[in-house]
């Protein structure tokens, strides 16, 4: 047995969880009227409501102790002051670092990073404001209207994420599009709609070796070509965000509009530093940096709130009592907010990347399950596809449910009928429906006998489900800062009660390498250069023979 289920801490809530697994949230709400105001916290406009989990007072000192055993204020200072405690690449973990609103100097190697830092968000600002007021125009001389993120992973799913979460604040003039795929579909059925005069592309990967997003790069650079007439005309229609400079200029782009970051930013953490570049051209830099003052908000919540009045660290060690002690597989985040549409999607890869890790940061295997299965849709679309799944199949799914009070695009009732379903079904979830409750509903329609018999078991709903709710004035850029860093750090919490690396990505490292071997037996249908098992060398024939 590992040293933390072997723990005193581990142990002591096992045993807990052996009382609390019968108790009923119903049962629990009905015995204390202040359980509510007890189980919810309010951090600037936020207002998390975490009472209908099943734990009470204990539950949350047992997991507090977990968490101090586990040394966690120590590893949320190492964090935030640059020591590289992503162990297996040697690397800071600086993301905090790319929205340090203060005075504060963050090292690393002792060289302050916040010059380097400040230096290209005013890189940004001047090309995002050059290209939204007609300054940088095209090589015709057009005014830009269109820009394309061409990038993949870390490198597209937040700033991607982040477009369409303030897509009400974005400018009339200008749209942005994200191709991400190497399926030619994806650039194609993209390009098919734009005027090669008024768009710019923007190669956005830390590596920039990356085969996906260089080979868009290149075709998007053969289409702009062949559209113009002129290879001189990409100095103006690309731009680059890398940390990899010499090969940003191999690519032939103008160094003018290349954008630097640098090693101790995570790909999936990136959308703070120049990653987010196509926030900045699309709504401005000042909701820019309005994002970076709210994800700094939630880091200093996180940095100095207590454990059992931090965020974060509650909603990370909820997850952990979930996944740990009650053997669930997977988490569902619901917001109920048509522009958050893509959060889930971008909370797939922060969680699932981070911390599907199996070995511990001193290089055993892990005696106790980690990461989580990460998924969900906006509200209430879910409502009427998967949720039945949550109300009465056999497993357990903790859900977040997100809302915000103000819509931005409001329309007669829409708004309150919206965040209507959104508590009736957090309300259902806990309480469920009695055996009792639904003979009467039946009755009451005028069912009986043996019919009433028959349907009854069907009507019936166990509740007991757990929900953390999260409500917020209104989805500006201050909010969504705060959400993304809260999801983050929660993240992060969850990665130090495992004891694992969250930040790095060897199985993603591992797809690069595979497809690069197979490609030239495929592109030269030639026979296997290296030995391949037998399922993958019919795969391989077979596109041989039929393609
Ligand atoms: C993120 C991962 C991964 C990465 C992509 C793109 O944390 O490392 O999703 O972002 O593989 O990598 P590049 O930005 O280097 O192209």
Redesign the pocket.
């Known amino acids: 047995m590992s040293k933390l289920t072997q723990s005193a801490a581990w142990q002591a809530l096992n045993a807990h969880y052996a009382i609390v697994k019968t108790q009923h949230m119903r049962q629990i709400f009905q015995d204390d009227p202040e359980r509510a105001g007890k189980f919810s916290l309010q951090f600037d406009d936020l207002f998390f409501d975490f009472s209908k989990n099943r734990i009470n007072a204990e539950t949350i000192q047992l997991l507090v102790a977990l968490a101090e055993q586990a040394g966690l204020p120590a590893y949320i200072e190492q964090m935030f002051t640059g020591v590289k405690i992503n162990s297996t690449e040697q690397r800071a973990a600086l993301h905090t670092a790319l929205r340090n609103r203060s005075a504060q100097a963050v090292y690393v190697d002792g060289k302050d990073v916040m010059p380097d830092i400040r230096r290209v968000l005013g890189l940004m600002r001047r090309f995002s404001d050059a290209v939204r007021n007609g300054q940088h125009v095209g090589h015709t001389g057009k005014a830009i209207r269109d820009i394309v993120n061409i990038?993949?992973?870390?490198?597209?799913?937040g700033p991607l994420m982040v477009c369409e979460a303030l897509k009400s604040y974005a400018s009339p003039q200008l749209n942005v599009h994200f191709v991400s795929n190497i399926d030619s579909a994806h650039l194609s059925e993209t390009l098919k709609k734009l005027d090669a005069q008024t768009t710019l592309f923007i190669v956005?990967?830390?590596?920039?070796?990356?085969q996906?997003?260089l080979t868009n790069a290149r075709s998007a650079r053969a289409w702009l070509i062949e559209q113009l007439g002129d290879e001189q005309s990409v100095a103006k229609h690309f731009a680059a965000v890398?940390?990899n400079l010499e090969a940003t200029s191999k690519f032939g782009i103008n160094p003018e509009n290349v954008f630097e970051f640098w090693d101790w930013v995570?790909?999936?953490?990136?959308l703070w530093s120049a990653?987010g570049l196509p926030i900045a051209l699309y709504v401005g830099m000042d909701k820019f940096e309005e994002l970076l003052d709210g994800a700094h908000a939630m880091d200093n919540h996180f940095r100095s709130a207590p454990l059992d009045k931090n965020i974060p660290v509650l909603m990370g060690l909820l997850g952990i009592w979930y996944g740990n002690f009650f053997g669930v597989g997977s988490n569902a985040v619901f917001p109920y907010c048509q522009y958050l549409h893509r959060f889930p999607a971008y909370l797939q890869?922060l969680d699932m990347?981070?911390n599907g890790k199996g070995t511990d940061r001193e290089g055993n295997a892990v005696d106790y399950d980690t990461g989580i299965t990460v998924w969900g849709e906006p509200g209430t679309n879910g409502q009427h596809a998967f949720y039945q799944l949550i109300h009465q199949g056999t497993r357990m799914i903790p859900a977040d449910f997100l809302a915000p009070l103000h819509s931005q695009a409001p329309l007669g009732e829409h708004h309150a009928i919206l965040l209507a379903n959104c508590f009736a079904q957090t309300e259902a979830l806990m309480v469920g429906k009695t055996s009792a409750e639904a003979r009467a509903e039946l009755v009451a329609q005028g069912m009986q006998g043996v019919a009433l018999e028959a349907l009854l078991p069907h009507k019936v709903f166990a509740g007991n489900k757990p929900t953390n709710t999260l409500l917020f004035d209104k989805l500006d850029a201050h909010t969504l800062g705060k959400l993304i860093a809260l999801y983050e750090h929660k993240v992060f919490v969850q990665s130090v009660m495992w004891n694992i690396n969250p930040f790095d990505?060897w199985g993603?490292?591992l797809g690069?390498q595979l497809a690069g071997k197979i490609l030239p037996e495929l592109l030269n249908n030639t026979p296997a250069v290296t030995p391949h098992d037998a399922s993958t060398s019919g795969l391989i024939q077979y596109y041989q023979k039929n393609h």
């Open positions: 990038g993949i992973g870390g490198s597209d799913l956005s990967s830390k590596t920039f070796t990356t996906e997003t890398s940390t995570g790909g999936r953490y990136s990653i890869q990347e981070s990505q993603v490292e690069k």
